[in-house]
């Protein structure tokens, strides 16, 4: 087994190498399959997600009741969000039982995944802009490949990428990223560094949050903290986690423009004033 | 259709990656892959100071870490230029010692792959490892091989682990040297690999990588042949050891997924082994499953297991149950003769040791009328060796006359202090002056092959009887910490030293929720010569004839914050350690005995605790606060016995002294009433000379009503305490607890008072227990009372520290003192638990915010196991030492006393003598000349002699010994001796 977080002090490098504030690699890709409205995958070092959008679609709720106490909408087991009279955003996650080390498969009725979706589903909602579609449902479908930290802010990346792909105009870009803390809650240790963009073990060690903003702006369109830490190191972990979201709002971008590129390279689509982008 | 795979040429990191794969089976036997990405980079160090060309890291607030590794290494004859040094695994495995010496092995670069594998090999020291990369003076740089691109090596199809590890350990140096060579210097310092493995040193050879032998390298230093013992044994004959397979002594232990799954099945089980104090050859284990402990008798069975380790056993067929030994079996006095050097060929049971476990046998059959032969048991593996370093002295008949002045090395053997440790083997050249000093030494390995365990010196404490040398024995023996409080704790302590004053006025910041107390008249009463005084205590009258007692306790946590150098050193300490002559405080004396010592006349900060009370002692409220008090007297026990007793005293002080006193004895009775037990063990005091420190005599201590006084205050306090932080943090609040002993631990105390006496012993409730032994009276021997309650004691469980969330509260309760719940809160001089209870009570009543080690429960489940280890240590080792000083204060004397016996073997008999609180075996074979015929009758406890001296010996039969002070011969230490001089 190779050694735990106790060991960044010796020569401030974490357990898989890094500095501080690396962010691990990232890999994305949009456009995956070509059947659906918007679809995308995405990796954070060992964290790989997959993202089918469909829609924005006609409502399945009867009634087009507006208030968000209707009843159960497409599927009972996805978390729903809404906006006043705006879209509803249904967001569904399955974690493949081989997504982790025990191999344990959790149902889509499980605790965790019920909140992983309800905090997909609040931050895209205050992201999007739903208004336009009046009385119907963007639903987000989410796969876990395999997971290996900072699951939340993977899943909301890849979901910002299927949104893009599938034309969902929003604000801009949502994304999310986690950063950690290099010492325990219990011990006295003001001057612990903060940390960036946790993989599965730190997470099981180290107290850490997920934050997610809305692009270039440090505006926080997302946070949980499920870990103790003490008040005073929170602050630095925020400005270090809002760091990671810039660079990986960059990241996402270049996907983007990227896919764009090739595909009028390819012929795809006519370069022209429709698209009001710079595809370089 | 578009791929999810990633194009590799599109990988826009600009970092290298690379993955390590681990497989690892867990404990229900499941396999799991862990894949792990490693992100390899060119920023890591090399962190010598003669570098230009390495940048070294800085953390996220800016600060850089700056080099380590000196720019002037030390030189050596085969390195003239300086060198750095590169331990594999196994020289830190076989030599921990070694580095750790302040005078050599400086400027070591530890790579990740050695850390890693220690880590995975030994975790202790792996955490002296670490305590060595924190010294600034031994400067040991941790180099991150693994993930530094240049020296991060993949392991190549069948290679094992351990050849890749070397191959990586080969390469960091390669790359060191070949770092350093562009640096532009005459003094070009060499980074040698240090290693054990002579294949590994092949291997290096070939690359030209610089390498040496830990012993060709220690051989070069000055001091060579101190340092040289201190490389452990195992490890250099390796390569010879394959070849004897059929020497084999010992039997093999099982794998550990055998032994998992066999615990998991319930056909193994797995406990603490321990060893009889009587009877080396016989150890018992408590496991889950079963209500009494099981027994493993001989060497055999035993199987190499050393007392303390965490064992498998596998429990023997039933023909080969037996009745525990009834016989003293001492490891000296049967293989004495052996030789240390020669394993080879001899039986792994000599012959002496197998017709004594022979007899043993018989004996079990022939009394089989009462027939109960026990569970027995044999050690199929180890889960965790528990060794730690052991002191003692070398063995003088072990030692060849040749070594003794020669420079050869020498087999010798060790025999520890503690005789539940075997011999142990230890090869060294400097026998001669070993020979007569107490030393310490660690144990490396058991193999099989090998009868004893082999292990290797560390130091000497000096001379044997020194009272320098045995005292460090004896705080050695117990793991206390007794080095002096280093800077950093210093450093915490108020900058005013003594002269550190309760600010005048009460505005100060210091003053902030604390109540003015100091019109009380609070007195403190304690033992002659304190000076931590933890507690004080007052009572005055109210108008409406109930009392207000206040309990005051030394507010040490204004002073000692959490988390910082001195709370992790006290929460190490876990308490202070009262030897006879000596204290080892657990924090700095200017705390302990000064600022926080509640002493007459001056002022000082506290936590008080205040009830009102009515005329029966039942308390009608209580609240807590902080508080500054001025106590107006420190009595002595007996000081203030006397001023109670003075009836012509009737100024409001001594009043209030009566009040308490008064109130004390209807606390007492109620608890009594509850069922509290009043148990007890033998307690004597030393009086020592004060010029000379030598002891003159020994006394029982003497109970006054004052000591009863104080104490059912502080129990009061304690209960009031754990109820409140119980309230305010029903999951992390610090208690103590003290279980209800298992009826079965009874049993044989039970049946030796039917059997002997015709006295039932009920043990159902605490409350059933103290009226039998209320009733276990003798008339004519006053002292069989107590006799039986000391027999008693020993059989209760002992009492623990426990987080409040970690049990139900049934649990709770406090078996010894009836009560529901308990915590310690009134010594936090000198208990650690204390001090975390004030920190949750100062945080219950809202006078501070609770800070978050102590309201992290994992943490406080640490805190509690390590005080729980430390106050039992603590207990034995003041036992301890006040067995020295009655042995000391015997010196040259000879007295005559009465004694008691307390147990019987077939072979001998223990007698406890009251007025020096000792214990002392009597062999039958030391009662004449030629050893008495004896007949052994284990129903009635009776021992039966004839021949040489005709004598019956019976449980609890009064005695009258002749106690000489003599050097026990096994063990090297002083104590007393007793003889028979006839039984009454
Ligand atoms: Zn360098």
Redesign the interface.
Known sequence: MPLDTSTYNLALLRVDGRRWNDLRRLHGQIRTQAAADGSSYLEMGNTKVMCVVTGPSESARRGGAGGGAGGPAASSSSSTATTPNGAEIAVTIVTGGFSTVDRKKRSRTDKRVQELQAGVAKALAGALHAHLYPRSTIAVSLHVLSQDGSLLACLVNASTLALVDAGVPMTDYLVACTAGSTSGHGAGDEGADPLLDLNGQEEQELPFLTLGTLGATDRVALLVCESRVQVGRLEGMMAVAADGCGHIRAALDRIVRDKGAQMVREGAIAKGESIGMDLD | ??S?K?PTAN???H?N?SS?V?V?S?KSG?V??????????QD?PCSSQICSNCRP?????GQV?PPVLSDKPAGTKAFPQGHYLVPDTNALLNAMDLFEQSSAFFDVIIL?TV??EL??RSLPLYNRL?GL?KSEDKRFY???N??RLETYVAREQDESINDRNDRAVRQAVQWYNMHLAQVKSKRLPTVVMLTDDKGNIEKAKQDKVPAVTLRDYVGGLEDADRLLDMIAESRERGISRDKKAADFLYPEYFTMSKMMTGVKGGMLHQGIFNVSPYNYLEGSIKVPAFPKALLILGRDNINRAVDGDVVVVEVLPKDQWKEPSTKIIEEEAITKNENADGDEGEDLVTEKERRALQEEVKKTHTSSSEGRPQPTAKVVGIIKRNWRQYVGHIDQSSVGSAAKSGRKQDTVFLIPMDKKVPKIKLRTRQVGELLGKRILVTIDAWDRESRHPVGHFVRSLGELETKAAETEALLLEHDVQYRPFPKTVLDCLPKEGHDWKVPASTDDPGWKGREDLRGLLICSIDPVGCQDIDDALHARALPNGNFEVGVHIADVSHFVK???AMDNEASIRGTTVYLVDKRIDMLPMLLGTDLCSLKPYVERYAFSVLWELNQSADIVNVRFTKSVIKSREAFSYEQAQIRIDDDSQQDDLTKGMRTLLMLSKKLKQKRMDAGALSLSSPEVKVQMESETSDPIDVKTKELLDTNSLVEEFMLLANISVAGKIYEAFPQTAILRRHAAPPKTNFDELANQLKVKRGLELHVDSSRAVADSLDACRDPKEPFFNTLIRIMATRCMMSAEYFCAGTQAYPEFRHYGLASEIYTHFTSPIRRYADLCAHRQLAAAIDYEPM???VR?R??LEAVCKNINVRHRNAQLAGRASIAYYVGQSLKGRVAEEEGFVMKIFSNGFVILVPRFGIEGLIRLRDLAETEPESVYDAENYTLKLSGSRDLTVELFQKVVVRISDAKDEATGKRGAKMELVKVI
Do not use: C, W
């Not at chain 2, 799991?32 to 980079?41: C, F, P, S, T, W």
């Not at chain 2, 890291?57 to 607030?61: E, G, M, S, T, V």
């Open positions: 259709m578009t999810l990633r990988d826009q990191s970092l990656l390590k681990y690892r867990t499941k799991q892959k862990i894949v792990r990405e490693v992100y390899l980079r890591i890291p800085a953390n996220a607030a870490s990740q850390l890693e880590r995975n670490i990369t941790v180099f991150f693994e993930f959490p988390s910082n800070h978050p080690s992290s994992g943490k």
